[in-house]
C-alpha cells in the first residue's frame, strides 16, 4: 500500500475515492496508544506499533494522488480493456504433487507453492474486491483461475500484512473449513487477535526473523518495507514482512530448497540483509506492480527495476513475478508491469526466463 503523510492517509490505500470519502466520514483521531508489543529493546517495536528497519522519508500527499487520478483519468487500460489469458490449472496433477516443488501463481499475491510434499499458500485472496466493503473498492479485472474448493488440502498459510488485498476475510474462512482440516495460519505480529475474533484459533504470530518448523519444512518470517492498517485508527498496530520456506534436501549432503515470499514491499537494504543471511533461494516471489506514480508509491511498493533487485539482492536463481495484473491499485495499468520488468531485465543483462511473468493460473514446475 502507499506512503501517506497523516495517520488517516495511510489507511486509505487500496480504497478507491468513494471509498476514502466514507472512512473520512467516519472521523479524525491520532494514532493508536501504547502497544501490547513495545519493546525498547526490538528495534522494529514502537510504542505505539512497529516500524521499517530502515525508515524513509514520508513522500507527498495522498489528496494530491487521489486528485492527480480524478483529473487525468487514471489508469488508463487499453481501448478495448485487459485481455489477460487466464490458465486452468492441472488440479490433478496439484492434488497428485507430493515430490516436485512447483508454484501456481492464482493473482495478485496469491500464490500455492508446493514443495517437500506440503501445499502453502500466500496471502489468500479470492474475493471480487479488495476492500471492507461489498460494493466499492478495487474489483478483481482478471477472473480467478481456480477456487479454493478446487485447491488440493492446504497445510500453511502465510499471510504478509493486514490490508484488504492481502488478507482477506471471506478466504480465511472457507480455506479454515476445508475438507480434512484446517491449515495452520501463520502471521505477523499483532495480526492472530483477529483470527481468534473470527474462532479460527490454528494461527501463530510471529517477528521478523522468526522460525517455525511444521514437519521437514523450516518456514521464516522476515523483514519488508511496509506498514499496515485496517481501517482509520490502526495504522502500523501489527507486524508486515515476507517469508523463507525451506524443505529438507532430499539427499544427504545437498542443501535444502529454499523459496522466499516477499510479500509487498518497498525498496531498502532489508533484501541484502535476507540474501546474507540464506544465501541464496531457488526461487523468489516478487511484487511488481501498483507503483506509480513514484513520488508517492517510491517507499511502499518496488517497481519492476527495484524488484530485479531485490532478485539480485536476495541472490535468488530464479523468481516469479507477484502483485500485478488483478486490481487496479495504482495509477500502472494493469498490462505494464510485464513490459517495464523485461526492460529492468535488459539493462540489468540477466535473461528473461531468469524472472518470469506467469498468467494467472499458470503452474511453474521446478527441478530439485
Not at 478495487?138 to 499471510?159: A, G, N, T
Not at 501463530?204 to 521464516?220: C, S
Amino acid at each position: 500500500m502507499p506512503p501517506a503523510t497523516s495517520c488517516l492517509r495511510q489507511p486509505l490505500r487500496h480504497l478507491t475515492r468513494g471509498l476514502a470519502v466514507l472512512l473520512l466520514a467516519a472521523g479524525l483521531t491520532a494514532c493508536s496508544s501504547s502497544s501490547k508489543y513495545y519493546d525498547p529493546n526490538k528495534s522494529n517495536r514502537t510504542e505505539t506499533g512497529f516500524r521499517n528497519n530502515y525508515p524513509q522519508p514520508e513522500r507527498g500527499s495522498f489528496w494530491k494522488w487521489q486528485w492527480e487520478r480524478l483529473t487525468q483519468g487514471l489508469p488508463k487500460p487499453p481501448e478495448n480493456n485487459y485481455q489477460f489469458p487466464v490458465v486452468k490449472p492441472d488440479l490433478a496433477w496439484l492434488k497428485s504433487n507430493h515430490g516436485r516443488p512447483s508454484v501456481t501463481w492464482i493473482g495478485h499475491a496469491t500464490a500455492l507453492v508446493q514443495l517437500g510434499g506440503k501445499n502453502v499458500l500466500t496471502d489468500p485472496m479470492f474475493s471480487q474486491r479488495a476492500s471492507p466493503f461489498s460494493f466499492i473498492g478495487p474489483s478483481r479485472k482478471v477472473p480467478l483461475p481456480m477456487q479454493i474448493s478446487e485447491l488440493p488440502h492446504v497445510d500453511v498459510v502465510v499471510i504478509s500484512h493486514n490490508h484488504y488485498d492481502h488478507l482477506d476475510q471471506a478466504s480465511v474462512q472457507q480455506l479454515n473449513l476445508q475438507a480434512g482440516g484446517p491449515p495452520l495460519f501463520l502471521v505477523p505480529l499483532g495480526v492472530r487477535d483477529w483470527f481468534l475474533a473470527l474462532g479460527i484459533t490454528n494461527v501463530k504470530e510471529m517477528d521478523w526473523w522468526d522460525k517455525t518448523v511444521l514437519d521437514n519444512l523450516d518456514i521464516y518470517f522476515v523483514p519488508a518495507t511496509h506498514w499496515s492498517a485496517r481501517g482509520v485508527f490502526d495504522r502500523s498496530e501489527t507486524l508486515w514482512g515476507g517469508w523463507v520456506i525451506q524443505a529438507a534436501a532430499q539427499q544427504a549432503g545437498a542443501e535444502p530448497f529454499s523459496v522466499y515470499f516477499a510479500g509487498d514491499t518497498g525498496y531498502s537494504k532489508d533484501f541484502r540483509d535476507i540474501g546474507e543471511r540464506f544465501g541464496h533461494f531457488d526461487l523468489a516471489l516478487i511484487p511488481i506492480g501498483a507503483y506509480a506514480p513514484r513520488w508517492f508509491m517510491q517507499n511502499q511498493h518496488v517497481d519492476p527495476a527495484q524488484a530485479v533487485l531485490i532478485h539480485e539482492d536476495v541472490r535468488a536463481k530464479r523468481s516469479v513475478a507477484i502483485h500485478w495484473g488483478t486490481f487496479e491499485l495504482a495509477d500502472d495499468a494493469l498490462d505494464e508491469p510485464p513490459r517495464e520488468l523485461a526492460k529492468a531485465l535488459r539493462e540489468a543483462g540477466l535473461p528473461q526466463e531468469q524472472f518470469l511473468t506467469l498468467k494467472h493460473g499458470e503452474t511453474l514446475k521446478l527441478d530439485q
